[in-house]
């Protein structure tokens, strides 16, 4: 069982990321000055990688705190049990979305870079999915209190 702190802490981070990586989103849009939009895209890629790495580690906390029995040990896996779960319902695109982290993360190369800075306002979309959907379980779940 979870404790309600401990999750509310985790929510609040993952809350954080996503808001930051919208702010982003919507201020590369509106500017014009390409240096900047350069910096913006790089701010951009570096709010998804921190979002993403925040989202799958969130699942995973779930996962293992609510069934001992299962194991993530790594992002893939916990995609598929959240899969499984009904935690997330587009298996495809988040592995497409780790499969763009791990690519920024490892080999920072430009035509990758803008690559995903293009896929980011979708990633995001599917990323904000499951937040919401966490958000309305959240009512749902059973916490153990906090002594």
Not at 110 to 118: C, F, G, Q, S
């Amino acid at each position: 069982m979870i404790e309600k702190k401990e999750f509310e802490s985790k929510f609040k981070y993952l809350e954080s990321a996503l808001t930051s990586l919208k702010s982003s989103i919507i201020l590369d849009r509106k500017n014009e000055n390409q240096e900047i939009k350069s910096m913006l895209r790089d701010s951009c890629i570096q709010r998804f990688e921190y979002s993403y790495e925040l989202s799958w580690k969130f699942m995973k906390y779930i996962l293992e705190k609510y069934d001992t029995e299962i194991e993530t040990r790594s992002p893939k896996q916990a995609l598929k049990t959240a899969f499984k779960n009904w935690y997330i319902d587009n298996l495809d695109l988040w592995f497409n979305i780790s499969e763009y982290r791990n690519k920024t993360s490892h080999e920072y190369e430009e035509n990758i870079a803008d690559e995903l800075y293009l896929h980011i306002p979708h990633f995001f979309e599917e990323m904000q999915r499951f937040y919401e959907f966490i958000k309305i379980k959240y009512n749902e779940w059973y916490f153990r209190e906090n002594n």
